[in-house]
Structures are given as structure tokens and as C-alpha cells.
């Protein structure tokens, strides 16, 4: 009986692999008809630089408008086209979408606006995201200063030496590098140290966790004021609530992003000219108040 058992439980094992493995095969050929047609769009979310209220950094976030199940998120696609390799193809269209929107706004007069492009590290390593930039920011006439990328902590586990190499070059040229995600991972401050970064975008999970625990805020705000200390900008991500605004009032952080100010949305769907004085004020009064 046990053995009859053992065997259907392989049966069933080998079946949900089998059908697994078939979904992310049918997954990739999809992505390559997707890279084809052009079935790629960004949307766009606000970084509202908190001294002024207004829009500084724009992140620009992959979605797939699919033939038949509409727009896919990155967690739908994602680890296919990383493992897959097709990341390099779709985030080489990233960066040059993000370009040509880029320049739209800079020549309706949006002239500081920043657009910040996720890089994976297939595409730092494996892509050529120096020599796509370069050729974007001269074919659209755009500052290097006025793009950032973002990466994140998992680059620790890839070839540190090459893209340590990447990243300067990229610096090298002006153009902005950003940690993304944190404390999320096991990223400690050497990583600082190491990576040529301007910017640290603190994980989403502090400000989830800052409800259940008070100490998470002692944190926040450590972590906030040694990064400015190490003259690094600081975003916080992830703040939903006006309860988050209330909770990070002693952080200084002058940059936040989250829900509460705006989702990602389609570039005809944004408003450049939007600021969120109700809001600020309120985070700024309390920041004054806990500086004095
Ligand atoms: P990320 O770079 O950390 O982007 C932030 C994610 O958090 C986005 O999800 C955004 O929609 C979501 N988010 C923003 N504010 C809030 C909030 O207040 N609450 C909650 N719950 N979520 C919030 P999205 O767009 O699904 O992207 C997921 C990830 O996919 C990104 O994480 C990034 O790692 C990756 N990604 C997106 N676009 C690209 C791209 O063009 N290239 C590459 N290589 N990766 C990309
Ligand atoms: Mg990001
Ligand atoms: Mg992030
Ligand atoms: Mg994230």
C-alpha cells in the first residue's frame, strides 16, 4: 500500500513539473511574440520630493498588455524572462521607451524631471546597459543626469567585480545609480561602500512592519540618518497610509513613494504639475518639530 502510494505521489510530482516546466516554455515563447509586436508599455510612478511637494523622479515599471489576458504585472513575467535570458531584449526597449518619454517631458518644459529604469542583473551582466544608454541618451538628447537606474541587493550573489564595473561606468557617464529594495535582503552596509551608489530606496517591508513593532521606526530612522550622513539620497518606499506618513515623521527622508501619493500609471495619465502641499505640510510641520 505504502509503495502504491509512493508511486502515484511520483506520478503527481512528475505531472506538476511537467506542466510547470510547460507553463514557463509557453510563458517564453509568448515573450518572444511579445518583444515581436512591441507588446511592452511602462507606466509610471511618482517620487515626490518631499521639500517642495512636486515630482522630482519618475520610476518607470514594465507591464505587458497581452493579447488576451491585458496588462501583466512583473511578477507574471519576471523570473521567465530573468532565467530566460529575454530580460536583455525587453529591458533594452525599457530603457528606450523610457528615453523617448523622457524627452517628451523635458520638451514640455519639465526640464528636472528624472526617469528611474530597474536594471536586473542579467541585463548588467549579461547586456550591454552601457553602450543601450548611451546610444538612448544621444538619440533622444537627454542629460545623463537626468536618468537613474535602479538595482538591487541580489547583485551581491552575481560577479561583484563586473558589476562594480558596470555601475562606475554608468556613474562615470552621469547618469544616476540607485539601490532598490533596501534591507530587504542580506545587503549590509558594505555594499555601500563597495557599489558607486547615490541613492538607497529602503524596502517596502519597514513601513509594512512599522505598525507592529515601534522599534521598526528606531530603525527607519537610524538607517535614514546614516545614509544622508554617508551623503546619500534616501527614498522611503511603500507609504500607503496617512497613518505611514505619521509613523516616518522623524525619519529624514526627503524623498517617499507609495500608493498614498499615486500608482504607477500610463505617462498621458500623469499630471507633472500635481503637489501634494496637504500632505507635506502636515509630514514637514512634524519633521520640524522633531528636529527643534
Ligand atoms: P521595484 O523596482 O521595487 O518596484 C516597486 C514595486 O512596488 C512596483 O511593482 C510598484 O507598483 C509597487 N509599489 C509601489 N508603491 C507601492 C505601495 O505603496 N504599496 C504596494 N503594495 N506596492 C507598491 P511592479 O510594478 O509590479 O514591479 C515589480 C518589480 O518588477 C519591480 O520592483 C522591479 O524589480 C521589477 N521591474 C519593473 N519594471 C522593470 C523593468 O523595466 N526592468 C527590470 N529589470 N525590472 C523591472
Ligand atoms: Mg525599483
Ligand atoms: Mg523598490
Ligand atoms: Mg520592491
Not at 551581491?156 to 540607485?178: F, M, P, R, Y
Not at 501619493?261 to 499630471?271: G, Q, S, V
Amino acid at each position: 500500500e505504502a509503495k502504491k502510494n509512493g508511486k502515484n505521489n511520483f506520478q503527481f510530482f512528475t505531472q506538476a513539473l511537467n506542466s510547470s516546466a510547460a507553463k514557463r516554455l509557453n510563458t517564453e515563447e509568448e515573450l518572444n511574440q511579445a518583444i515581436e509586436l512591441d507588446e511592452f508599455v511602462l507606466h509610471y510612478q511618482p517620487i515626490i520630493y518631499m521639500p517642495t511637494g512636486r515630482i522630482k523622479v519618475l520610476e518607470a515599471l514594465l507591464r505587458w498588455q497581452h493579447p488576451v489576458k491585458g496588462i501583466q504585472t512583473p511578477v507574471q513575467f519576471m523570473s521567465v524572462a530573468e532565467e530566460s535570458g529575454q530580460i536583455v531584449p525587453i529591458g533594452d526597449l525599457a530603457i528606450a521607451k523610457a528615453c523617448e518619454q523622457l524627452a517628451i517631458w523635458h520638451n514640455a518644459g519639465f526640464s528636472e524631471i528624472v526617469v528611474s529604469i530597474n536594471l536586473s542583473p542579467k541585463q548588467l551582466l549579461r547586456g550591454a546597459p552601457v553602450e543601450t544608454i548611451k546610444s538612448m541618451l544621444e538619440k533622444y538628447q537627454i542629460r545623463a543626469n537626468s536618468l537613474q537606474i535602479e538595482v538591487k541587493e541580489n547583485l551581491l550573489t552575481q560577479d561583484q567585480a563586473a558589476s562594480i564595473e558596470v555601475l562606475n561606468s554608468l556613474k562615470a557617464i552621469g547618469v544616476g545609480i540607485a539601490l532598490d529594495d533596501f534591507g530587504s535582503g542580506f545587503a549590509s552596509l558594505s555594499f555601500l561602500k563597495k557599489f558607486p551608489i547615490d541613492t538607497i530606496k529602503i524596502d517596502r517591508s519597514f513601513i509594512r512592519d512599522l505598525e507592529q513593532d515601534e522599534r521598526n521606526a528606531l530603525i527607519l530612522q537610524a538607517t535614514t540618518r546614516l545614509a544622508r550622513d554617508i551623503s546619500l539620497s534616501v527614498v522611503i518606499e511603500g507609504i500607503e497610509t496617512d497613518n505611514h506618513i505619521q509613523l516616518i515623521r522623524t525619519c529624514e527622508c526627503d524623498y517617499l513613494q507609495g500608493y498614498y501619493f499615486a500608482k504607477p500609471k500610463a505617462a498621458k495619465d500623469l499630471n507633472l504639475n500635481q503637489r501634494w502641499s496637504a500632505q507635506f505640510n502636515k509630514a514637514q510641520q512634524l519633521q520640524i518639530s522633531s528636529n527643534s
